[in-house]
């Protein structure tokens, strides 16, 4: 079955430190890869995405995140974490092989310690 | 731009009565528009797959009958939840898209709590 991991639960970090928050797919050629963020009670949205090209993708708020094809993997980074970055993180895949839909992670919740 | 509303925000209501659920795509027409559920702690779980003017599409152990959904225009989505129970408490977020490769954009969820 169709499936993304991020092996995370929880993630503390203090503010200022690097980040990283991790994501594998289970299949697919041609994924199309993304990563959300949702603040408690609010709706989803959209850091940044991949579909083909530079697998370096930049998105908004600092982050950025690197498409592994060899890994099947789509890590979040952010090189220095603010207070404001507590949240909850989800990596989705779609695109064809995936019924053109949306399969999400199970999220990551992120602490910023001060 | 790419902003989806939803309204009501939050809904309390009795069992058996049923509630409706609006999701709007403000400044893009949104060919496909998607609802999810997503219980407290929980990742999203999608509901179903409406594209405007045809019938949704509903995931597998999804009730069609209990979560009905229509997609009368390019911009608005609505999911009625019939004869509500308590256990269909949770939280509604919807989501539209008017291009495959752009994503989906999503809603601030309703917060639905059945008494």
């Known amino acids: 079955a169709q499936s993304v991991t991020q092996p995370d639960i929880h993630i503390t970090v203090s503010e200022g430190a690097s980040l990283e928050l991790r994501c594998n797919y289970s299949y697919g050629a041609t994924p199309y890869l993304f990563w959300y963020v949702q603040s408690p009670g609010q709706g989803l949205q959209l850091l940044l995405k991949?579909?083909?090209?530079?697998?370096l993708v930049q998105g908004i708020k600092g982050f950025e995140a690197e498409f592994k094809r060899s890994q099947s993997s789509f890590n979040l980074r952010k090189p220095s974490v603010h207070w404001s970055d507590a949240a909850e993180y989800f990596c989705?895949?779609?695109?064809?092989?995936?019924?053109?839909?949306?399969?999400f992670g199970a999220g990551t919740i992120l602490r910023v310690k001060s | 731009g790419a902003v989806v509303s939803q309204h009501p925000s939050r809904v309390i209501c009795k069992s058996g009565t049923s509630v409706k659920i609006e999701c709007r795509s403000l400044?893009?027409?949104?060919?496909?528009m998607f609802w999810y559920r997503q219980f407290p702690k929980q990742s999203l779980m999608l509901m179903a797959t409406?594209?405007?003017?045809?019938?949704?599409?509903?995931e597998q152990g999804v009730e069609k009958d209990k979560f009905l959904i229509n997609h009368a225009s390019l911009t608005l989505s609505t999911l009625t939840v019939t004869s509500a129970h308590p256990e269909d408490s949770s939280f509604y977020i919807c989501s539209a898209r008017d291009d495959p490769l752009a994503g989906q954009y999503f809603g601030p969820g309703t917060r639905l709590t059945v008494l």
């Open positions: 400044d893009f027409q949104a060919t496909t």
């Open positions: 409406s594209n405007e003017g045809s019938k949704a599409t509903y």
């Open positions: 989705a895949v779609g695109g064809m092989e995936y019924g053109n839909k949306l399969v």
């Open positions: 991949y579909f083909s090209g530079d697998t």
